[in-house]
């Protein structure tokens, strides 16, 4: 018996063909199979010298569009083929880790970072393979086959292996270029270092690699596969026999940086890739192919056990492919709702430009009480902000209707509370309210010095009817005239489950000290999230309920008013006031042991983010300040061992 991760040298597909029964697949929760395919049991043939005959993959596919997240989750896969023990721990001694930031000291690595010594999982066996130069491994790390140097042996494996979807596709992960070589996948863009502008290099090796892969790809197309799109760092493939269509996504590990996304971050430099990690972050895989591919293998079965899918080609795929996995099972049960249709904002007389709900961006000057016994600069933010609001809020789905004058200001008036809606409302002059002087006003829309007309979501409308010391203005709904509405038939926490299971599997990364994975949580909401408002990241039929930019809002509005209640709190029990706000996360001038963080550590918390003790130098640069703009200069130097990554567009990052 090969020890794991060990090449095997042939190319020699085991004897033993997955399979997947009509009955065991709708038993595990596929789709109901006369709904969308036509079931068979695999019908293999294997010579003498065990290479695959016909076999196909059975999967639930949409052939139409390439778009992920709409196929059906794990069937029980039939015995997996023992080539290799399976390990049961991450210490084998053929491990060869790099440390988390890719720095060695004095000429010796560092140990490898915490997550990179946790267990690998079976939960993707049978949803997705990887391949390396050395050999074919499943996720858990059970050796297959021989290197595969041919586009030939890779349909092979594919039809051999019969994958079946997880949430996503069936996934082939293509690790390191030396096995990018062996199938001809080879491109040059040059390196970063010799550009000045990222986005340039990664657009021509993104062009490359698709021109390379239209060269290469014929022997699979020749064998029946069709391409669902582009090929990119992502080869869509699917193949149709009769009604059935099996759908495999190849995934090319080393080319995953040519594709640009927001949920990418780039900044003239390589940002987060999804379950890959961050190379700035310290989290991407390890240097060396076989520990790459071993740790990929962990972070596909993590995802599979803990998300109940397969990762998707972004952030935000993966957790549009969770909300679909819980629709399928909530269409089963005929228990929890299910929304079918894209929610885009109704046509508003006097739109607001931008958000509808922006976020807050916000500083001040400090005063000289302000400065008194002040040595700290420390930045707090809500924990996972809008992971905690999208569990909490009941959003509304359907057809809204359409009201004006006194019907508008009747329907805010419901039996359980204000329905869920857009609501066009007067924000009062600020300067005529009784509000705190070192906050931001409550709207961002709000100005001091005359009323604005403006459309709202019902959690801004609901906030503002707070008192003051509770964040909100303290007004009667009178008090916000409102003249026009939009209001919708039903309403519910739609996305309670979803952020049961995110929350769920945060937990379980931060117990595990698994930055690599709670980083990637962290990018799957915050993304999923913030595309929710663009109806083009939806194109495909199937994907057009992720359209809803009125939820996204309610979570922007829902945030904000949770922060500003917190800052009421703090003032009142510290007697200390922020001077600047960016999203979630508020900054303070602090004395020594003053600690304003929630002792709690539930979402939703504010949580220390930064804390930074000041210099004579840097103190006296916040006392000097003449404006906002110097006060944000002096911020920024204080803080200078951080990326402001708190500063981006979704939400605050730094959460615990």
């Known amino acids: 018996m090969s020890s794991p991760w060990e090449q095997i040298p042939l190319f020699t597909l085991p004897g033993t063909t997955p399979a997947t029964s009509p009955e065991s697949a709708e038993k595990d929760g596929l789709p109901n199979a006369a709904e969308h395919v036509d079931w068979e049991p695999a019908a293999a043939t294997h010579p003498d010298s065990h290479e695959q005959g016909d076999a196909d993959s059975h999967e639930e596919g949409n052939a139409d569009s390439h778009e992920q997240g709409d196929v059906a989750e794990n069937p029980t896969t039939a015995e997996t083929p023992t080539i290799a023990e399976t390990p049961t721990s991450m210490e084998s001694s053929e491990l060869v880790s790099a440390e988390a930031d890719g720095d060695v000291a004095d000429g010796v690595a560092a140990d490898p970072p915490v997550w990179e010594a946790l267990p690998a999982g079976e939960a993707a066996d049978g949803h997705a393979l990887i391949v390396t130069a050395a050999g074919t491994y499943t996720p858990s790390g059970r050796e297959l086959t021989g290197p595969v140097d041919s586009l030939e042996k890779l349909d092979k494996l594919i039809r051999w292996a019969s994958l079946t979807p997880l949430g996503a596709p069936a996934q082939i992960w293509v690790v390191g270029l030396v096995a990018c070589e062996l199938l001809g996948w080879v491109i040059d863009p040059g390196s970063e270092d010799d550009v000045d502008d990222m986005e340039a290099l990664r657009t021509r090796a993104a062009t490359d690699l698709t021109a390379v892969l239209h060269a290469t790809l014929p022997p699979l197309l020749d064998a029946g596969w069709e391409l669902r799109g582009e090929p990119g760092h992502v080869v869509h493939l699917s193949r149709t026999i009769g009604n059935f269509t099996s759908m495999v996504d190849v995934v090319i590990e080393p080319y995953v940086w040519t594709y640009w996304n927001k949920d990418f971050g780039w900044h003239n430099r390589v940002g987060d890739m999804g379950v890959l990690g961050s190379p700035a972050a310290g989290t991407y895989l390890p240097d060396d192919d076989l520990p790459a591919a071993r740790e990929l293998g962990r972070r596909l079965a993590w995802c599979a056990q803990h998300l109940g899918v397969l990762p998707g080609p972004t952030p935000a795929r993966t957790g549009a492919a969770i909300i679909d996995k819980i629709a399928r099972e909530r269409t089963r049960s005929g228990k929890g ?137 303290g007004a009667d709904l009178d008090d916000l005239d409102i003249t026009e509405a939009w209001v919708y038939p039903q309403q519910g926490r739609v996305l309670d489950k979803w952020a049961k299971i995110l929350r769920e599997a945060r937990k379980t990364a931060v117990d595990t000290r698994d930055a690599a994975m709670k980083g990637f949580l962290g990018s799957c909401y915050k993304g999923y999230i913030g595309r929710m408002v663009n109806p083009d990241m939806w194109t495909a039929t199937r994907m057009q309920h992720h359209h809803q930019p009125l939820w996204r809002a309610s979570i922007i509005a829902h945030c904000r008013w949770r922060g500003r209640r917190v800052a009421m709190r703090i003032a009142r029990e510290h007697q200390r006031w922020p001077v600047r706000t960016v999203t979630d996360s508020w900054v303070y001038l602090l004395p020594n042991g003053q600690d304003i963080a929630d002792p709690s550590g539930a979402l939703g918390k504010m949580t220390v983010e930064k804390d930074v003790t000041l210099t004579d130098t840097l103190l006296n640069a916040v006392a000097s300040a003449g404006d906002v703009h110097e006060v944000n200069l002096a911020i920024k130097a204080a803080f200078t061992d951080h990326d402001d990554a708190a500063d981006d567009e979704d939400e605050g990052a730094g959460e615990v």
């Open 337 to 473: 709702i299910v929304v079918t249709t894209a929610g885009p904002v109704p046509p508003l007389d006097g739109a607001p430009r931008g958000d509808l709900e922006p976020a807050v961006g916000w500083t001040r000057v400090p005063e000289a009480a302000d400065l008194e016994e002040v040595c700290r600069l420390v930045s707090i933010d809500q924990r996972a902000a809008y992971l905690a609001s999208a569990g909490m809020l009941e959003l509304g789905y359907g057809q809204p209707k359409h009201l004006t004058g006194g019907a508008a200001a009747a329907a805010a008036v419901g039996e359980k509370g204000t329905p869920f809606g857009l609501w066009r409302i007067t924000l009062p002059a600020g300067q005529t309210l009784s509000l705190p002087e070192k906050l931001p006003l409550p709207h961002p829309h709000m100005l001091a010095d005359q009323p604005v007309q403006t459309w709202v979501t019902t959690v801004t409308l609901d906030a503002l009817r707070e008192p003051v010391t509770d964040g909100g203005i």
